[in-house]
């Protein structure tokens, strides 16, 4: 728990502040000091996600709180499902490989939102992608998004180890017509990657495989990558695990590696958006 110098801790009670987290701040601020919420210090400044975490809160409730310093819009439940109303509507084919994929356990978190699925097709029409490359097909959802914004006689190569999955994947390509598009390749995505030519043909790469390999996934792409071709990763957030100074699992490691290499790399101009699990686009100088 911290204690500020200089300011006055201000007894809130949490029911107040998760009610109204700004207001909770903005009389905080006025009595000069910051809320103390039942255990959960909400600091008055930079510092109120990281505080904020350290005391246990949900991300939700960080969300919020942060919300007043920083220029972003939490989503609720209800907010998600108006989002995804103001998106392309889910086709039948999707929707159905989504129900059978969701029958399939725990697993199923794997396959990405359906909002990333509308996002992958616009991309690959904004980019024009003839060569486009995914990482982690699983049952198919992404590689479909992505095949369905293929320009004419545009290809996707689909890498992943898992025939039990992919085998899904396949009769949904072929039920949405974009079979003929795909070439499923079962193995390791960077043994994969190295049958590639070196040059410069990829249009669009997405990667959303294991999280160790990120990094080199996007060192084998991007020499591969054309002029103002583009590489997304998924999960860059991990669920809120990249900013947890206490969460050194190999998965989060890599991704904060990755995470501090692209947005550093000059070769690229990079944007991390926070759309599900948030998604970096990096397209190539
Ligand atoms: C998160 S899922 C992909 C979800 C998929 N993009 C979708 O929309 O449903 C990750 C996939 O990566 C595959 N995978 C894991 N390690 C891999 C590797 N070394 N090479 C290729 N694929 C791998 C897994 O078999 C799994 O199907």
Not at 75 to 90: E, G, K, R
Not at 102 to 116: C, D, K, N, R, T
Not at 191 to 212: G, H, Q, R, S, Y
Not at 263 to 271: G, K, N, S, T
Request: proline share 5%; aromatic share 6%.
């Amino acid at each position: 728990m911290c204690d500020r110098p200089g300011m006055a801790r201000i007894p809130i009670p949490i029911d107040e502040v998760l009610a109204d987290p700004c207001g909770a701040l903005a009389r905080a601020r006025e009595a000069g000091g910051f809320a103390d919420a039942g255990g959960a210090v909400a600091v008055v400044g930079d510092d109120a996600v990281r505080e904020l975490r350290a005391d246990g809160w949900l991300h939700a409730n960080h969300a919020i709180l942060a919300s007043m310093h920083r220029k972003f819009t939490s989503l609720t439940p209800a907010l998600y499902d108006y989002v995804v109303a103001h998106n392309p509507p889910q086709d039948e084919i999707l929707s159905d490989l989504a129900t059978e994929t969701a029958a399939l356990g725990p697993v199923a978190m794997m396959q990405i939102a359906v909002e990333q699925g509308a996002f992958l097709t616009l991309l690959a029409r904004l980019v024009d992608a003839r060569r486009a490359v995914e990482i982690g097909t699983f049952t198919g959802y992404s590689a479909i998004s992505i095949a369905r914004g293929l320009a004419p006689a545009g290809r996707l190569l689909c890498c992943d180890v898992s025939d039990e999955w992919t085998a899904i994947a396949r009769r949904y390509f072929a039920r949405a017509g974009v079979a003929e598009r795909i070439d499923l390749r079962i193995a390791p995505a960077l043994e994969t990657l190295a049958t590639l030519p070196a040059t410069p043909e990829i249009d669009l790469a997405f990667v959303d495989a294991d999280k160790a390999g990120y990094r080199g996934y996007y060192e084998a792409l991007l020499p591969r990558l054309r002029r103002n071709g583009v590489i997304v990763f998924d999960n860059v957030l991990w669920g809120g695990a990249v900013v947890d100074g206490a969460d050194e699992r190999a998965s989060t490691v890599a991704l904060r590696d990755l995470n501090d290499h692209v947005a550093a790399d000059l070769r690229v101009e990079a944007v991390m958006l926070p759309i599900a699990d948030g998604l970096t686009l990096a397209r190539k100088r």
